[in-house]
């Protein structure tokens, strides 16, 4: 589906943002592991989630839609050895998260994806869970794969990256393993797996940058899952650099290991105000008041990136607009996402006109620039590339094509209804 974006008036109204990626990928995968019967509520719908849902099903879990907003997921029989290899999709953190469930399971698993997957590095799970006695059969560490179950032993492990994927596989891995399993981070990235494990009973402790796990069994406990900051981040950045915007987004996550992106906007000047703020399934949520906003360029380097790594695309478009020059460094990760971000957003964002150049590990942007349009855009099979450069469509001076934008439904299908929902045009 490709689709033109044209400049707007503004945006002004409120919308409920849809549910979290992330706690919905864990909510679904944990419920496998409980031995019997619990509710989701608001999950997210977006592809990489029902991959996960279609995933525990072939694993024996019993999935039953009560409404648009809640399933029973009844795992009393689970976990059978799958009869069909294990479909990822688009989705990394499907991928690295089932490795660690299965990896200490009896039985025996394929794994694939889709071309973009079965492009990204799996070594950074498939070595510690290796340490931990477990057995892969693999190319080059790439997907397609297959795990063979056995019995683990806990390790101790030091990442060398701040990776919550990698971290919720270890963890994963730990809660089947004999002994004490610790994972220490340079950095803390986000930290789902830590609250729902505790949330569903299992013997956790947290310090610092280390996280230490022994084996246990998950409670069946019914879970809400809170909005995705990672989506209100594009209707955030929207709002700030559409003139006389005003916007309310409710129901947003805004756990402290992913709200990187409010320090960062309000730190450049942005008008950012929590409301009513709550604490849903142990995961902190607000709504969240956005108005235009006159933007100043900043430095985002260091311990903050895994607190907005999804989040950095978007960034860049707001520092298009901001006056000065924007620095964004130790993001080399970014190279490894759904595309190589890096390249992506400095190839699309210049075609609009911006002054934005591409460093090994991030970005240097020089604002504020008036954006032309008038431009083709590629998303590079990636939703979040394809989300940002609708945002900056909405400040073109002429319209701009973006291809293949049925890429969002990964992780956002209601973003077009929900941004015509705040458009004054
Ligand atoms: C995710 C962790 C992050 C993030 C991804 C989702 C998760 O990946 O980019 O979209 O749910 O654990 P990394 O752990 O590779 O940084």
Not at 136 to 161: C, M, R, W
Not at 232 to 251: G, Y
Not at 415 to 425: E, N
Request: aromatic share 6%; proline share 3%.
């Amino acid at each position: 589906m490709d689709i033109t974006v044209n400049k707007i008036k503004s945006l002004n109204g409120e919308i409920e943002i849809p549910a979290d990626k992330s706690i919905t990928h864990r909510a679904f995968m944990f419920s496998s592991l409980t031995k019997g019967k619990l509710k989701v509520s608001n999950f997210s719908k977006g592809a990489d989630c029902m991959s996960t849902l279609k995933i525990i099903q072939q694993l024996g879990c019993k999935v039953e839609f009560i409404n648009e907003k809640e399933v029973i997921i009844d795992a009393t029989e689970a976990l059978k050895e799958p009869a069909e290899a294990l479909d990822c999709g688009n989705s990394g953190t499907t991928t690295r998260l089932m490795m660690g469930l299965l990896a200490g399971q009896r039985i025996n698993s394929k794994m694939f994806g889709d071309q973009s997957l079965s492009k990204r590095p799996m070594k950074r799970v498939i070595a510690p869970l290796e340490q931990m006695g477990a057995n892969f059969v693999h190319q080059d560490y790439k997907l397609p794969l297959e795990i063979k179950g056995t019995n683990l032993k806990a390790i101790d492990y030091n990442s060398p990256l701040a990776s919550a994927q990698v971290k919720s596989c270890i963890l994963l891995a730990g809660l089947n393993a004999e002994g004490e399993t610790s994972f220490t981070e340079p950095y803390k990235s986000r930290n789902h797996t830590e609250l729902m494990f505790e949330y569903m009973g299992a013997d956790i402790k947290v310090e610092g940058t280390k996280v230490t796990i022994k084996k246990s069994q998950l409670k069946p406990v019914d879970i809400t899952v809170c909005g995705d900051i990672s989506s209100a981040a594009f209707f955030m950045v929207a709002a700030l650099i559409v003139p006389n915007s005003d916007i309310i987004i409710r129901n947003v996550g805004i756990n402290e290991t992913r709200s990187g992106i409010i320090d960062v906007l309000k730190a450049m000047n942005g008008d950012i105000q929590l409301l009513n703020e709550r604490v849903i399934s142990n995961e902190k949520v607000a709504d969240i008041r956005v108005r235009y906003s006159n933007l100043k360029a900043t430095t985002i380097e260091g311990e903050i990136i895994p607190r907005l790594i999804d989040e950095i695309p978007i960034i860049a478009i707001a520092a298009t607009q901001a006056e000065g020059t924007t620095i964004i460094k130790d993001a080399q990760d970014l190279r490894n996402k759904e595309a190589d971000r890096i390249t992506a957003v400095k190839t699309e964002v210049q075609k609009l006109g911006a002054d934005i150049e591409e460093t090994p590990d991030g970005f240097i942007i020089k604002g504020k620039t008036e954006l032309t349009g008038d431009a083709e855009i590629e998303c590079y099979h990636d939703h979040r590339i394809a989300m940002s450069l609708y945002v900056a469509g909405l400040i073109c001076k002429k319209p701009i094509k973006i291809n293949e934008f049925q890429w969002v439904d990964i992780s956002f299908p209601e973003f077009l209804d929900l941004m015509s929902k705040l458009t004054i045009s």
